[in-house]
Nanobody
Framework: QVQLVESGGGLVQAGESLRLSCAASGRPFRTYGMGWFRQAPGKEREFVAA????????SYGDSVKGRFAISRDNAKNTVYLQMNSLKPEDTAVYYC???????????????WGQGTHVTVSS
């Protein structure tokens, strides 16, 4: 089992930045690929970013490319999502997830956090 706890969400204005953190506990963190997803009201869960166990392979969803950056610190069992130039359409609940194999689909992930709310006002 892997337990994931997100933090760092909040209310910001358009153009501002936020950094989300996801702290992991349980099975060795460094063996898992990590991902961030988001879900806005009435919409399906959307892929945001993923990073492999070493940090050597990273991918982003099209809507966040060039604005968001994912990183991980295996010594701290933590993955981060730096969100810059935020837009109102980035408003959603952001979820951290862990995967033994990695991927960009929710079904690729084995463990999920409870989510953190991000609201971007115009």
């Amino acid at each position: 089992q892997v337990q994931l706890v997100e933090s760092g969400g909040g209310l910001v204005q358009a153009g501002e930045s936020l950094r989300l953190s996801c702290a992991a506990s349980g099975r060795p963190f460094r063996t898992y690929g990590m991902g961030w997803f988001r879900q806005a009201p009435g919409k399906e869960r959307e892929f945001v970013a993923a990073i492999d166990w070493s940090g050597g392979f990273i991918s982003y969803g099209d809507s966040v490319k060039g604005r968001f950056a994912i990183s991980r610190d295996n010594a701290k069992n933590t993955v981060y999502l730096q969100m810059n130039s935020l837009k109102p359409e980035d408003t959603a609940v952001y979820y951290c997830a862990a995967s033994r194999l990695g991927g960009t689909r929710p079904g690729d992930y084995d463990y999920w956090g409870q989510g953190t709310h991000v609201t971007v006002s115009s």
